[in-house]
């Protein structure tokens, strides 16, 4: 059942919200940048208001000079909109809950989470790193495009196709690596899982020196000589380790299992879309990675809008 939020929400509140955001130091004219002469230009659309400079004589409104420029959605809707689109809400339930069109929904939804590949990441960058392939169940290929060719059969729910995943072949794989020291991730959708693509991919995101955990898979092999060391644990059926200590401490350092457990989480935040697009995943995977690293709700709602963060990102 889905609960019509709208009629709860406070649109003054909701307005002050996005202009905190839009304008965090200070709504000014957009021309001379001026913030003192402000005169109240209309007021039809209360609680957004219309402005007149009174030393350039420009008529702006909090949204003029932003990516909501335009824009007549009332406050409340965008603020659900963006809290929507963080939370991972699929946009078919999002367009009957706010009583608008999905298509167009889906739409923003695309041209808003692209931007969040655009900032820089936060950094994933210590001592040591565990990077690890994987598949993901629910990234199907060709989910909302057209098949006008018979020979091109629509997207299939259960892609079994045998050996690894690719993009080609509808099964794009996802590349991470996680830092030990802060838990941050980088993720980054990918072609293949060849080895010349793990490796540019863990020396990219990983410094020299730094210590890499993975899996037994051959595609990280050249790790040593990219001057990172490498330990494996062995996930061959019927020869089966989870966690090792090579050194005598005690403490099992030898081990993949954060990055399992973080596929599972992505997975779990893609289940409820039923499928995604191939040439959509990254941004489901970067607002993904925004909300693992803990940006906060006005960081990821910043980072959709395409601004920068008001505080710089914890590495």
């Known amino acids: 059942m889905d609960f019509p939020i709208v009629d709860l929400m406070d649109p003054g509140a909701c307005y002050r919200y996005l202009v905190d955001l839009l304008h965090p130091d200070g709504l000014s004219c957009p021309r001379c940048h001026r913030s003192d002469g402000m005169g ?4 039809h659309r209360a609680p957004v208001l219309d402005y007149r400079c009174t030393h350039c004589g420009r008529v702006f409104n909090a949204y003029t000079g932003t990516p909501l420029h335009g824009t007549r959605r009332p406050p409340a809707q965008w603020v659900l909109i963006f809290r929507g689109f963080a939370q991972g809400t699929p946009t078919a339930q999002l367009a009957r809950e706010l009583g608008c069109d999905r298509m167009h929904l889906l739409d923003l939804r695309h041209r808003f989470q692209e931007r969040a590949r655009e900032p820089p990441r936060r950094s994933a960058r210590s001592p040591a790193r565990r990077p690890k392939r994987t598949r993901c169940s629910r990234m ?10 018979p020979d091109d059969p629509p997207r299939r729910r259960a892609n079994k196709r045998r050996g690894h995943g690719n993009f080609a072949n509808d099964r794009p794989p996802v590349v991470g690596v996680v830092s030990r020291d802060t838990g941050a991730i980088v993720l980054e959708v990918v072609e293949r899982t060849d080895q010349e ?5 863990v020396t990219e995101h990983t410094d020299d020196g730094a210590t890499v955990y993975t899996d037994e898979w051959s595609g990280y092999a ?11 644990v062995n996930h061959t059926p019927g020869q089966r380790e989870w966690a090792r200590d090579d050194d005598g401490d005690g403490i099992r350092e030898v081990h993949d299992n954060t990055l399992e457990g973080l596929w599972a989480a992505l997975r779990t935040f893609l289940r409820p879309f039923r499928g995604i697009s191939k040439h959509y995943l990254h941004q489901y995977v970067a607002v993904f990675q925004w909300a693992y690293n803990k940006v906060g709700v006005a960081g990821m709602v910043r980072t959709l809008l395409g601004l920068p963060l008001s505080t710089p990102t914890a590495s």
């Open 222 to 232: 050249r790790l040593s000589a990219e001057g990172r060391g490498h330990a494996t």
């Open 197 to 201: 693509t793990l490796i540019a991919f």
């Open 140 to 149: 199907r290929g060709k989910k909302g495009v057209r098949h006008p060719n």
């Open 40 to 43: 109240v230009q209309a007021r």
